[in-house]
């Protein structure tokens, strides 16, 4: 079992090497941060003497040695736009990102799975037939034209809440939260349920799906033959058998929620870390590009090494493989 | 238990309200497209940088509303000799934001800070041979030769406490990698930074101790980057901030429209132009012409001629802007008033000189544009590409991120491309320096003369222009220049970059085309 999980590792170090390799080979496509650092009135030799400065005048390549160089010893490097090292820059936005994840994932788990099981024991209903098909919309929608139609809803046209921002935040030791501030929890529900709309609807139809499927199972005619009542046939016993599925997209999604803040966070203007990387590539600020870059596929990779590992745990049959060998 | 903390809480919110008298609180915050980089006033030398440090630093002189220069930390200055340099003397009284004074040393020590390898403004000082303090509130400002704008070209230059950067280890900016200097500020402007956090929001508070008359009512300001331009107008229509910049184009008439928003309108000092390949021996993207037919002074006339500039305003800029001719607008000093109309709109005209040029079917070319850089860059030069059609000029267009864009300008990919100017003194000599001056890397000219433009009589006025103390003379070969530039067509001037801002209708401010918003100069009513 060691030596398999050792091999996990290995393949997971592997991977993000190349993409880290695939990730400066694209820099150079992104353009030349030379002209955004200086001024107009810059001369050619600026241009040069810069550009040797930053080590931009080497092959990618040796960018690349260069960067992964500093970063196992815990240095990411200086941004080229805002003078100060990547790594607090980093840290200072993570809080607003994960926040804004964790909310919208809670409210996605919690409205998914309740609206599946609704539109699945009723499945014939009006109201059940008009969540299935305005189900659609968060399907098929892009998260920008939602986000920019939920602001000019409730911020321009009501005015109930604010149309961009994280509001107050209160600062726990590196930590800003904006859950402790009446401000905070306004500006929360505009872009979470943008980012988990998505989220949301997939968790619904997948739930829906698994439990019609479970229905028909024979347990549940035996479960209300016994005449149990119809919450305990629905909560206790088709509820749970249907999740197995259902946590393992859950615990994939996670990762998607994360990394797909990115257009959340530009239409709301929230502070986290995708709006970091959009403005980065804006600037062509390469050392926080190439730090958001392995700190997303590093998460990525986690993942999947994590579930390969339970995996291992859960299906016998792998190990008999690797006993047997082939 | 319960009861007692309710009735601490509601002192405690009452409290501040009964000692601020409600009607005098004014909160104004304003959302921008580009966070300035840094609080450091000699790192960085761009528009949101400088714009927004003007609020907290300042300089010897400054900008009035009408662009024309005033005492700042200077009461007034004068000539030294014949033109060896200038003397200004300093306002007593000043305090930095710190509480330290402001004399001689803190000028003379800005003075190296900006003009050190480090800094970006260090080009501003190039006409500088010394600075001498001669006492504690007089400055003597030396130059290589007689330099009549120096008092102008010094107008963003701005005064750091020379006490307070040495405690905090910050007596030279650092872009590279930030120093204390990048994150705070300590200026002896109207407004002070209470708090910085880069991309997120700055926050303002009027400086008690300023020296000058508050023409505001402003007692706190935020400002927030918003780079979605949907986000930003959604954030002004509904009240969450006070001011944006800028309005997008097409959603002006919309504001319009409505009560409850403003839209304040100007030009910027930002000239757009085509401009050539002159120095090229081929077409980069053409695949039958042989040599290059835009070194020809007909064709490029030829290219004026067919392009209909009041037609690209009226439906792209919304009638925004306005047509120019000279690479500087008729606000700079310097603009030449006999050269004020514009090549007309005439394709015949056009075509005839194409024909005589040896070009009577045209031909075709690659046009080389931003479409990120200036308001709405890729939909003129599309525009161009059509009129050009129209006279057998076939261009194919070539539109990308500033980010490309300029690297392809330096290694010469291109046959035409699109070019915005706007000239950090404020005067027309400094796109002559940089777009019309054949490029001289020891002398710092032509720096931005990509397509390699020369022409001897400007060369040599140039340097004329920049010591000529003597108005009238000093406009007499400005205007020379600007003659010859017309008549070879050096670059094709097209219109001045419209200025667009929204703010709330209870918000009265002033715009200056330098595009700087100063905040000393709002009242929210």
């Known amino acids: 079992m060691l030596a398999y999980i050792i091999r996990r590792v290995a393949q997971s170090a592997l991977v993000l090497l190349i993409v880290g390799l695939v990730a400066f080979a694209m820099f150079r496509f992104v353009g030349d941060p030379i002209d955004n650092m200086l001024g107009q009135e810059r001369t050619a030799e600026d241009i040069e003497r810069l550009r040797g400065q930053l080590g931009l005048d080497q092959p990618f390549v040796v960018q690349y040695y260069r960067f992964l160089e500093n970063a196992v010893q815990g240095n990411f490097g200086v941004s080229y736009r805002q003078g100060r090292p990547v790594i607090d820059i980093?840290?200072?936005?993570?809080?607003?990102t994960l926040e804004l994840a964790a909310v919208s994932g809670i409210l996605a788990i919690i409205f998914g799975i309740a609206l599946g099981v609704f539109t699945a024991i009723k499945r014939n209903g009006i109201t059940a037939n008009l969540i299935?098909?305005?189900?659609?919309?968060?399907?098929?929608?892009?998260?920008?034209?939602?986000?920019?139609?939920?602001?000019?809803l409730f911020s321009v046209e009501l005015g109930w809440l604010p149309s961009f921002g994280r509001g107050e935040v209160v600062d726990l030791g590196g930590w800003s939260t904006g859950f402790l501030t009446a401000s905070g929890l306004k500006a929360l529900i505009l872009p979470s349920i943008t980012l988990g709309l998505y989220q949301m609807t997939l968790i619904m139809r997948l739930v829906r799906s698994e439990m019609l499927e479970v229905l028909r199972q024979d347990y549940i005619r035996f479960a209300r033959a016994r005449g149990l009542r119809d919450r305990t046939v629905h909560f206790r016993h088709a509820l749970k058998n249907t999740m197995v599925p259902v946590i393992t997209v859950i615990g994939l999604q996670v990762g998607a929620i994360i990394a797909f803040a990115i257009i959340t966070e530009t239409v709301f203007q929230w502070p986290g870390v995708g709006l970091l990387f959009i403005n980065a590539i804006q600037f062509v600020d390469i050392p926080v590009m190439a730090a958001y870059l392995m700190l997303i596929s590093v998460m990525f990779v986690g993942i999947n090494l994590i579930v390969d590992i339970l995996y291992f745990f859960i299906d016998p049959r792998l190990r008999v493989d690797r006993k047997g060998g082939h | 238990m319960l009861r007692l903390l309710r009735t601490a809480a509601c002192a405690a919110a009452i409290l501040p309200a009964a000692l601020v008298p409600a009607a005098q609180a004014k909160e104004f915050s304003w959302a921008v497209t580009t966070d300035p980089q840094t609080m450091d006033p000699h790192a960085v030398n761009s528009t949101p940088v400088l714009g927004f440090l003007n609020n907290v630093y300042e300089g010897l002189v400054r900008r009035g509303k009408d662009m024309s220069i005033e005492p700042a930390l200077a009461t007034g200055w004068e000539p030294i000799g014949e033109g060896e340099g200038w003397r200004f003397f300093l306002r007593e009284g000043v305090t930095f934001q710190d509480g330290s004074t402001f004399d001689a040393e803190d000028v003379v020590f800005s003075y190296e800070r900006a003009s050190s390898p480090e800094s970006d403004t260090a080009s501003w000082f190039a006409p500088v041979s010394d600075v001498v303090r001669v006492d504690d509130y007089t400055v003597d400002f030396l130059t290589h030769s007689p330099n009549p704008i120096f008092p102008d070209s010094i107008a963003n230059w701005m005064i750091m406490d020379s006490g307070w950067a040495e405690a905090n280890a910050a007596t030279r900016p650092d872009k590279e990698s930030g120093n204390f200097a990048t994150l705070n500020a300590n200026g002896t402007g109207a407004f002070r930074v209470t708090t910085r956090e880069p991309g997120l929001r700055t926050v303002l508070e009027p400086f008690a101790d300023w020296w000058g008359e508050p023409e505001h009512n402003i007692t706190r300001a935020e400002m927030t980057p918003i780079q979605n331009p949907a986000t930003a107008l959604a954030a002004l229509l509904s009240g969450d901030v006070d001011m944006i910049?800028?309005?997008?184009?097409?959603?002006?008439?919309?504001?319009?429209?409505?009560?409850?928003?403003?839209?304040?309108?100007?030009?910027?000092?930002?000239?757009?132009?085509?401009?050539?390949?002159?120095q090229a021996e081929a077409l980069k993207y053409s695949a039958e012409t042989e040599g290059n037919p835009f070194a020809d002074a007909r064709v490029r006339k030829a290219v004026a001629h067919a392009i209909n500039v009041p037609a690209i305003l009226r439906t792209i800029m919304r009638g925004n802007a306005e047509p120019v001719n000279q690479l500087v607008s008729?606000?700079?000093?310097?603009?030449?008033?006999?050269?004020?109309?514009?090549?007309?709109?005439?394709?015949?005209?056009?075509?005839?000189?194409?024909?005589?040029?040896?070009?009577?079917?045209?031909?075709s070319f690659g046009l080389k544009c931003s479409n990120n850089r200036y308001l709405n860059d890729e939909a003129v030069c599309q525009a161009v590409t059509a009129m050009l059609a129209q006279v057998g000029l076939k261009a194919t267009l070539d539109a990308m991120p500033v980010q490309n864009y300029w690297p392809e300008l330096r290694a010469g990919n291109y046959d035409m491309y699109l070019l915005g100017w706007s000239p950090g003194t404020f005067d027309a000599e400094h796109p002559i320096r940089f777009l019309a001056a054949t490029p001289n890397e020891e002398k710092k000219l032509g720096s931005w003369n990509f397509g390699g433009y020369s022409n001897a009589r400007v060369d040599e006025l140039l340097p004329k222009i920049q010591s000529e103390i003597d108005e009238p003379t000093r406009q007499g070969m400005l205007d020379e220049v600007a003659q010859v530039l017309q008549d070879e067509t050096a670059y094709v001037p097209l219109y001045v970059q419209p200025l667009v801002w929204g703010t709330g209708s209870n918000v009265t401010l002033t715009q200056r085309p330098d595009n700087f918003f100063i905040l000393r100069w709002v009242s929210v009513n």
Do not use: C, W
């Open chain 1, 90 to 96: 980093l840290m200072e936005r993570a809080p607003a």
């Open chain 2, 330 to 363: 008729s606000a700079m000093r310097g603009y030449s008033e006999a050269l004020a109309d514009a090549p007309a709109y005439d394709p015949e005209a056009a075509k005839a000189l194409l024909a005589e040029a040896g070009y009577p079917d045209g031909f």
């Open chain 2, 245 to 278: 910049n800028p309005v997008p184009i097409q959603d002006v008439q919309r504001l319009q429209g409505n009560p409850d928003v403003q839209v304040v309108q100007g030009i910027e000092a930002r000239v757009m132009m085509l401009g050539f390949p002159h």
């Open chain 1, 132 to 152: 299935m098909s305005g189900s659609l919309i968060g399907v098929s929608l892009p998260t920008f034209l939602i986000g920019i139609l939920l602001i000019y």
